[in-house]
């Protein structure tokens, strides 16, 4: 088992990562009757997606030996209303570090191999771009 998820009430859920001990708190999203008050389930798919990248980028940038500690990604999630459901993630890269136009090319697409990206749905547009320093 990876994780126990547990309904708090009022649109709220706590999921402990069983391994470590980390808690994530959702709240429903206030568009659809929650608080907003913490990410929305949607939230996390969408920013899990970023997280993966940048650590598969990680990995192979290790390999490389090439540093970008510091690097961003600003994430936004598209709805859609009818089915509810995401229909696009949009992440802007800010690489913090100067490197060839070659390395730069394996980063980005290593990011396009991560597991998140590789298990969404084809439907959901994944708009991704890369700001390099």
Known sequence: ??????????????????????EIISDAPLDNN?????????????NALASCMMTV????????NV???GSTAAVTKIMQAEPRR????EIVFDM???????TKTI???????CPVFLSLNTEIDKRISFNWK
């Open 57 to 64: 980028m990680g990995i192979k940038a290790r390999d490389l």
């Open 96 to 102: 913090n570090v100067s490197t060839d136009d070659k």
């Open 86 to 89: 995401i229909s696009a993630i």
């Open 107 to 113: 980063l980005e697409r290593t990011a396009m191999t």
């Open 1 to 22: 088992m990876t994780s126990k998820v547990t309904y708090l009430g009022d649109l709220r859920t706590s999921s402990i990562h069983l391994q470590s001990g980390s």
């Open 67 to 69: 540093d970008f500690t």
């Open 34 to 46: 929650g608080k907003g008050e913490a990410f929305s389930p949607t939230d996390t798919v969408a």
